[in-house]
């Protein structure tokens, strides 16, 4: 099994800052990208920002020069620091790992995991 397990998000007044934070655990071979999404009510999840291993970034439109993503390899783990947030910057932030899988008879297996998100609220 694999879990994704986020912490850090919180309330914050415009202008403040955020670190986020997602673990995976499990029987992970390697993972490849990491990404962050989110979602705020009656709207669809949206890509964030995502990093691959080799340190490749993207970032949404939205948040560039103000969000940072960055990877720990080793520790299989995803942050996210944002900084200059503003209110519409609300919403429940997801990690997503693109893995693959211990390989089960000789057969590697690329899977998308979510974790269960983290609510970022940001006050004006």
């Known amino acids: 099994q694999v879990q994704l397990v986020e912490s850090g998000g919180g309330l914050v007044q415009a202008g403040g800052s955020l670190r986020l934070s997602c673990a995976a655990s499990?029987?992970?071979?390697?993972?490849?990208?990491m990404g962050w999404y989110r979602q705020a009510p009656g709207k669809q999840r949206e890509l964030v920002a995502d990093?691959?291993?080799?340190?490749?970034?993207r970032y949404a439109d939205s948040v560039k020069g103000r969000f940072t993503i960055s990877r720990d390899n080793a520790k299989n783990t995803v942050y996210l620091e944002m900084s200059g947030l503003k209110p519409e910057d609300t919403a429940v932030y997801y990690c997503?790992?693109?893995?693959?899988?211990?390989?089960?008879?000789?057969?590697?297996?690329?899977?998308?995991?979510w974790g269960q998100g983290t609510q970022v609220t940001v006050s004006s």
């Open positions: 990093i691959t291993r080799g340190g490749s970034t």
């Open positions: 997503n790992a693109d893995l693959l899988k211990e390989p089960v008879r000789g057969t590697f297996r690329r899977d998308d995991y």
């Open positions: 499990g029987s992970i071979f390697r993972i490849n990208a």
